[in-house]
């Protein structure tokens, strides 16, 4: 070996492997490094781009519809319908139910809320058992967990659904862990009341309340459950009487509390509304459509399911919304925007974003 290559020995290397060899070495080093670039450029997601596919960590689109957050030692955990396969309309349908067979409910985790990984199905299907309703026949939507202080339960609720709509349940499932796998308890009626579209929300008290379009989807009821969060302890309230509100997605805000809903056009979109509160049992006030820009009379094409309260000290939230595929529902996207407070007047708005970070969550 000479001096000089003793000092340098990947040179001394390249010496013994000849010129050829080492062009060939270098140009596959290049391809290497090109490769892993390009996979971690795939996996990194940088901004909220509304309506485009939204990949999670392996590359997959993220498949978690009608879903809900929760925030569990500083991660986040999304959990939605997971909707693989083929969109069929029942033979017997008279109304648009596209629906694709029940596989469950999936769940992913993010410290970033935007880079998710696919933590597998929180909830499973029951293949075997045609009474389950889990059972692939059957329609299972708008999951949401919520986490029990007292229990250390991890509790999802589910509108629980027959194939042809006419169950109208609520299903309730528990887990230890935020991940599952849950272990469905059952279904039922809250307080003998039809039950579809649905929320949860956890008051600072720990007392915990279900939202749900009820009464054919003309009124909504919010019941406060008993302290397992488990079911209704049997106090509710009828809200929003006749005015057909769907898809609850509930938040706190200095002491008040407001619920973006939908109107009831099935899987296709209507114009937004947020609602205000000073108790979640008390009088409901309609503020009127908060989106705005372009398409904001259509929800930007899309349905309310869920409000993340990032940092709700300094007003900031996260809108969520489905936009919906009818005909191809696993294709359905996510639109997800900074809601707009006003601090001083409280005004709020949903303003129309193409692509945002989280510094645009600062009002
Ligand atoms: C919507 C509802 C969805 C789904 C759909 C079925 O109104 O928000 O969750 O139930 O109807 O058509």
């Not at 933590?119 to 919520?146: F, N, Q, T, Y």
């Amino acid at each position: 070996m000479t001096k000089a290559n003793s000092r340098f020995p990947l040179l001394q290397i390249f010496n013994n492997i000849g010129y050829y060899s080492m062009k060939r070495y270098i140009f596959l080093l290049v391809i290497l490094m090109l490769t892993t670039l390009q996979v971690v450029a795939q996996t990194k997601n940088e901004a909220f781009v509304p309506k485009a596919v939204w990949n999670d960590t392996e590359g997959k689109p993220i498949n978690a519809h009608g879903g809900g957050l929760l925030k569990y030692r500083g991660k986040y955990y999304w959990y939605g319908e997971y909707k693989v396969g083929e969109t069929t309309l029942p033979s017997w349908a008279t109304w648009e139910c596209y629906r694709t067979d029940v596989t469950g409910v999936s769940c992913y985790s993010s410290k970033d809320l935007l880079n998710w990984t696919f933590e597998g199905l929180a909830l499973s299907a029951v293949k075997d058992d045609p009474e389950s309703d889990l059972h692939p026949s059957k329609v299972i939507e708008r999951p949401k967990v919520v986490y029990n202080k007292k229990t250390k339960k991890f509790v999802m609720w589910v509108h629980a659904e027959s194939a042809d709509y006419s169950k109208a349940a609520a299903g309730v499932a528990v887990s230890d862990t935020p991940q599952g796998p849950f272990r469905y308890i059952g279904s039922f009626r809250p307080n003998d009341a039809m039950s579809r579209d649905q929320t949860l929300f956890v008051d600072d008290d720990g007392t915990c309340y279900q939202f749900s379009s009820s009464e054919e989807n003309q009124t909504l009821h919010i019941n406060r459950l008993t302290d397992d969060y488990l079911k209704p302890d049997g106090q509710y309230v009828r809200r929003f009487i006749g005015q057909a509100r769907e898809a609850p997605a509930v938040f706190k805000y200095k002491d008040k509390y407001y619920m973006i809903t939908s109107g009831c056009t099935g899987w296709d979109p209507n114009r937004a509304e947020l609602a205000v509160a000073d108790s979640i049992m008390g009088e409901w006030t309609v503020i009127g459509d908060p989106c705005t820009g372009i398409d904001a009379d259509k929800t930007f094409y899309g349905q309310s399911t869920y409000v993340i309260p990032v940092n709700p000290k300094k007003g900031q939230f996260i809108a969520c919304f489905d936009m919906w595929k009818k005909k191809d529902l696993a294709d359905s996207r996510y639109i997800w925007l900074p809601i707009k407070i006003n601090r001083d007047t409280g005004d709020m708005k949903i303003p129309w974003m193409p692509k945002w970070t989280l510094k645009d969550l600062k009002n």
